[in-house]
């Protein structure tokens, strides 16, 4: 069944002066445009493309890949505000609408947002939401407490910053245990802290068991020692080796190596600091 808003993999079955006409084992076709069409193709040949429908409203096919399909979430540049909401670019045209009804916030020419892409039912017309919350599940959750998650960042507020896990779940990174610089539209790797009784998720960037520490100075200088075991820098040492090593100054690389000695997680001797964590 040829689906819209998803990539798919369709069969070539026959060749037009517009381009490939595709299909499966439904009676539906689409066609995929000359300009798009592989230089080496045949009747019978499966091709791996996105099915949307254009500015008619009939169903095409395109090798280009969306920033996300039917189901998915993405940060997307508002292109232009017209009556009936904001068009995004998703990567493909025409752009998504995100309908007034559907953006949490009114939505800006020109700014970035994490939009969820749905697909209209009586429609059939895929559409853009900034309703995050809605599309996020928690109450059956498929991930455990130390588990590897995908995050995508889509709200900050005074607690931390608000993540999709997993392309389902609602989780939440606390501020004191961001050790990087850290925007809503990343997408990155984190892991499951806690699984709080009310299936809340507590996520960490880090794996599991690396020492939480009180800034991102300090963290550095940790995981730069625990994989060399011993650098030939003290207190003593000049800004600009401090500088060529880690990137930043001497007063805080100082700060770091103090906050580190008083954990006892270092040895500080004439050659250099030594990893004893």
């Known amino acids: 069944m040829i689906r819209t808003g998803r990539t798919q993999n369709l069969i070539i079955l026959r060749h037009t002066s517009e381009g490939l006409i595709l299909g499966d084992d439904d009676a539906a076709e689409v066609l995929l445009p000359k300009a798009e069409q592989p230089k080496e193709s045949k009747e019978g040949d499966a091709l791996r493309v ?22 998915e979430f993405a940060n997307m540049r508002v292109a232009r505000i017209r009556g009936a909401g904001a068009l995004v670019d998703w990567g493909v045209e025409p752009a998504l609408l995100v309908p007034h009804e559907e953006q949490k916030k009114p939505m800006e020419e020109g700014r970035w947002y994490v939009v969820r892409v749905a697909l209209d ?3 059939d017309q895929p559409y853009g939401s900034t309703r995050i919350d809605r599309f996020l599940d928690n109450s059956e959750l498929t991930v455990a407490k130390g588990e590897k998650v995908d995050l995508l960042v889509f709200g900050s507020s005074d607690l931390g910053y608000s993540v999709i896990v997993n392309n389902a779940h609602h989780g939440l990174v606390h501020a004191n245990e961001v050790f990087k610089p850290v925007s809503i539209g990343d997408r990155l790797t984190g892991y499951v802290k806690q699984v709080r009784p009310d299936s809340k998720l507590d996520i960490v960037l880090q794996p599991i068991g690396y020492r939480q520490y009180i800034d991102a100075h300090t963290a550095l200088l940790a995981k730069r020692l625990e994989a060399k075991g011993m650098l030939p820098l003290t207190d003593k040492s000049s800004a600009e080796d401090i500088y060529t090593e880690f990137g930043i100054s001497k007063k805080a690389f100082k700060k770091a190596l103090g906050a580190l000695y008083k954990e006892r997680l270092v040895r500080i001797g004439e050659d250099g600091i030594v990893w004893a964590g």
């Open 50 to 71: 996105f099915v949307y429908r254009d500015r008619e409203g009939q169903h095409s096919a395109t090798t280009k890949l969306p920033k996300a399909q039917i189901g």
């Open 121 to 123: 039912d009586e429609t």
